[in-house]
């Protein structure tokens, strides 16, 4: 069956600490892998696409990386505004359009 | 701003009632997705339509239907409610069957 796990669940740092969130997937097949930042209440927020192993894409203090197995989006020096659940979600070569997404990582940025 | 609306932002109605939830995609896209967010579930993949004509369901309830108009606006009806159905409604659109950008979503909530 095809899963998206990701970890931790919640993480708290300190202003300015960097850390990497972690989206593994066991799928038979990926078109592509997605991820979103979702702020409570509200929509997600498009913010990558990565199609293939090695590759890596970046914006302000966000970098996501792609391996065969799963995903890191990596937060430097992150501020309070940073702060949001962080979801990453594939999708499939066979088959529909649909995403599977991840339950997420719930990111707070302490002042 | 996705580019994506939804309207109405809200909805508190009972059970056994019928509601209709609304979606305008982005300028341009022609396909249409919807997924149910709650707290047990995370997001799940409802239904997508593609330039009028249904192209995918996932855990669609019997009980809920959609249909996407030649203007391409999309309608989730929902009927005979229950209280599970309580949820984050979202719509998403797509150009190109990749990246889906999400409205800002319907808080259903059903007493």
Sequence with gaps: EDQVTQSPEALRLQEGESSSLNCSYTVSGL?????????????PEFLFTLYSAGEEKEKE??????TKKESFLHITAPKPEDSAT???AVLLNFGNEK????????????? | DSGVTQTPKHLITATGQRVTLRCSPRSGDLSVYWYQQSLDQGLQFLIQYYNGEERAKGNILERFSAQQFPDLHSELNLSSLELGDSALYFCASSATGY?????????????
């Design chain 1, 31 to 43: 078109r592509g892998l997605f991820w979103y930042r979702q702020d409570p209440g509200k929509g």
């Design chain 1, 61 to 66: 203090r966000l970098k996501a990386t792609l």
């Design chain 1, 86 to 88: 962080y979801l990453c």
């Design chain 1, 99 to 111: 995403l599977t997404f991840g339950t997420g990582t719930r990111l707070t940025i302490i002042p």
């Design chain 2, 99 to 111: 990246e889906q950008f999400f409205g800002p979503g319907t808080r259903l909530t059903v007493l």
